[in-house]
């Protein structure tokens, strides 16, 4: 996917601001799938320990036959980001990899967590790079920690199509049903956490500024322009070495208003560039994000061989209008609550029952139903092979029609205690 690129010419005003945002939302032909799957890495013997980064990149193949990239994040989360294609191809390459992966951390006694927050050890950083040490300051403890280095997602990346500001639409309004259907983190410490997402909760506890909901305005590349502006700076890149904190509040629009007025006081002493916007926008970590492609940041990471449900349900009910119409029709009940009903939730307040409740809400279980039903009806149409539909069928019989998000079965140990790493013989272990 082709994101949108910058200069380092100084910004004028606010309107070079909005040109970027407009570029982000620019329509597209094609209807491709790019999934970043991050997983936490244990040690199978003993959970409890945190595993060196050494470790983890000594038991990767050299090469992966899918085309797959492997990155860290602070906390020596381990990410593949697969080539971006058609869904049938997309799913393939980066399946291919994930074997790889597996089959390689297994010879050495490793394994992926099924799991979106650590359930048992402490937020650790093992990446102690300018941006990271920056990010940490920034955010503090600890959910700033928690985030870095004890949360693990999902990331499907969509191209926008021929309507961009319809996608957008669709991937915010049914952002609480696909959150509660794949809450799949109510663990940290050991012990439930009182929520069935737990790590949208940690999420919530971060500088709103830059995680909360993009308002809805009705024109998304205004609303995105806004956002930005309003976002508190995190950092000031100086080189590819160097990132300057940012303590004093300040947003990107006080830092474009001091560079046009000359005052150079605050953090930002130079007028912002474009570049610098681009880098901003990176720092901004929203449940939609506009790219070029929507990225889609709401989901937990999920069992490592359930994984391409998530991607192929999240794909099917916002790229096919068939199902989409049969979803955002599912989902009006806590989109637009009866005229006169006491108690009317705010966008906020819906996310935040998805994330306590899961699919135990009967409201979001209900929506669910319909959502996967319209999935499954469009998944051929998208090119699936049977047994992906089978999997997102079996997934909708045990999670969806029982009301039981995925989180629930970590709450119910196994043989070993263990549920949320993956075994050779049980689904869950």
Known sequence: MIGVTAESTPLRDASEVADFARRCFQPA?????GVELEFLVFDRAEPARHVALAEVEGSLPALLPGGSRVTFEPGGQLELSGPAGPLPAALAALADDMAAVRAGLRASGLVLGGVGLDPV?????????????????FLGRPYGALMMC???????????????????????????????????????????????????????????????????GGDPAADWAEYLLDARLMLVREDEERYRPVRDGSTFRDWLERGRSGNGRGEGERPPTAEDL????????????????????????????????????THALISDDRAADAAMAAVEP???????????????????????????????RRAAE??????????????????????????ADRHVTTGRSPATDLME???????????PNEGWL
């Open 121 to 137: 050890r402490p937020a650790r950083r093992q990446l102690n790079r300018p941006r990271y040490d920056a990010m940490a300051a």
């Open 150 to 216: 004890s949360t693990a997602s999902i990331q499907v990346n969509l191209d926008l199509g021929a309507q961009p500001a319809t996608r957008w639409e669709r991937a915010h309004a049914l952002g609480p049903v696909l959150l509660a259907a794949f809450a799949n983190s109510p663990l940290s410490g050991g012990r439930p956490c009182g929520w069935m997402s737990g790590r949208q909760a940690v999420w919530n506890n971060l500088d709103p500024s830059r995680t909360a909901l993009v308002p809805a």
């Open 29 to 33: 032909t094609s209807d491709r799938v």
């Open 370 to 395: 319909t959502c996967f039903r319209a999935a499954l009806e469009a998944l051929p149409r998208l090119g699936a092979e049977p047994g992906l539909v089978a999997e997102v069928a079996a997934f």
């Open 278 to 313: 681009a880098y901003h926008a990176t720092t901004l970590f929203p449940p939609v994000r506009p790219r070029g492609w929507l990225e889609i940041r709401y989901l937990d990471a999920q069992h490592p061989a359930a994984w391409p449900v998530c991607v192929a349900v």
């Open 413 to 423: 140990p196994g043989p070993t205690g263990t549920p949320w790493l993956e075994g």
């Open 334 to 364: 806590y989109l637009e609550p009866p005229e006169g009903a006491r108690d009317q939730e705010t966008g906020a307040q819906v996310w935040e029952r998805a994330a306590r409740c899961g699919l135990a809400d009967p409201v979001l």
